[in-house]
């Protein structure tokens, strides 16, 4: 799975020159967190709404409505954006761009094909996959157990289910307790709860949980 598969597209980008408050009604209306600038075709930042709270006078100054509205149209993005833009090739695969934005703190990233911006890519992109990934949404077993970590025990564990009839509906694996097993998490169904355990067991180290969700 690529970037290019789950980025937000076309994307809603914001000029340099805009009123921080005209920004801040796009990124409400278009139910956005952050945004590309663009000028003449080209990425010069890119604004979030921290930016742009950030940019806000205090719920306590003591200027009037009339000022603060003053004040607030002579802000633009180009004030208050981030200017050092990190991006992304729509090539690239989506677990770059997770550990990307986990390494850096950050919430999206806009994404480039032959140096053009042609969307963005955010957390939110990213819980949609993992959702997909996990099989989230559809209602089946659910195993964790706790495997060792050599060649072999994965494939040992999909034919024992394969060949008793289950059908995989996801399967993760994840860093165990310790460096020499790993965590599996699978979604199963054509199984009974039972049935998964018993032929599950012969193969792991430890079954944490099994349930239907």
């Given at each position: 799975?690529?970037?290019?598969?789950?980025?937000?597209?076309?994307v809603?980008?914001?000029?340099?020159?805009?009123?921080?408050?005209?920004?801040?009604?796009?990124?409400?209306?278009?139910?956005?967190?952050?945004?590309?600038?663009?000028?003449?075709?080209?990425?010069?930042?890119?604004?979030?709404?921290?930016?742009?709270?950030?940019?806000?006078?205090?719920?306590?100054?003591?200027?009037?409505?009339?000022?603060l509205?003053?004040l607030?149209?002579?802000v633009t993005v180009?004030q208050?954006?981030?200017?050092?833009?990190?991006?992304?090739?729509?090539?690239?695969?989506?677990?770059?761009?997770?550990?990307?934005?986990?390494?850096?703190?950050?919430?999206?990233?806009?994404?480039?094909?032959?140096?053009?911006?042609?969307?963005?890519?955010?957390?939110?992109?990213?819980?949609?996959?993992?959702?997909?990934?996990?099989?989230?949404?559809?209602?089946?077993?659910?195993?964790?157990?706790?495997?060792?970590?050599?060649?072999?025990?994965?494939?040992?564990?999909?034919?024992?289910?394969?060949?008793?009839?289950?059908?995989?509906?996801s399967?993760?694996?994840?860093?165990?307790?310790?460096?020499?097993?790993?965590?599996l998490t699978?979604?199963?169904?054509?199984?009974?709860?039972?049935?998964?355990?018993?032929?599950?067991i012969?193969?792991?180290?430890?079954?944490?949980?099994?349930?239907?969700?």
């Amino acid at each position: 799975m690529f970037v290019g598969e789950r980025m937000s597209h076309p994307v809603i980008s914001i000029t340099p020159d805009t009123p921080i408050h005209d920004a801040a009604v796009l990124l409400k209306k278009e139910h956005i967190r952050r945004a590309p600038v663009m000028q003449n075709g080209k990425l010069v930042g890119i604004i979030s709404e921290r930016d742009l709270l950030n940019a806000s006078p205090s719920s306590v100054t003591s200027l009037s409505v009339w000022e603060l509205n003053y004040l607030l149209s002579k802000v633009t993005v180009k004030q208050v954006m981030s200017k050092k833009v990190k991006t992304i090739d729509v090539n690239t695969p989506i677990e770059e761009a997770a550990r990307i934005m986990a390494d850096t703190k950050i919430g999206g990233l806009p994404v480039t094909r032959d140096g053009e911006v042609v969307g963005i890519i955010t957390e939110t992109d990213l819980f949609k996959a993992f959702l997909e990934f996990m099989g989230a949404r559809q209602k089946a077993l659910r195993v964790t157990a706790v495997i060792e970590d050599k060649p072999g025990q994965l494939a040992k564990i999909t034919k024992a289910i394969s060949e008793a009839g289950g059908n995989f509906i996801s399967l993760g694996l994840f860093s165990g307790p310790d460096i020499t097993t790993n965590i599996l998490t699978f979604k199963v169904s054509g199984m009974k709860k039972e049935a998964v355990k018993d032929v599950v067991i012969k193969s792991v180290k430890k079954i944490w949980d099994i349930r239907l969700c």
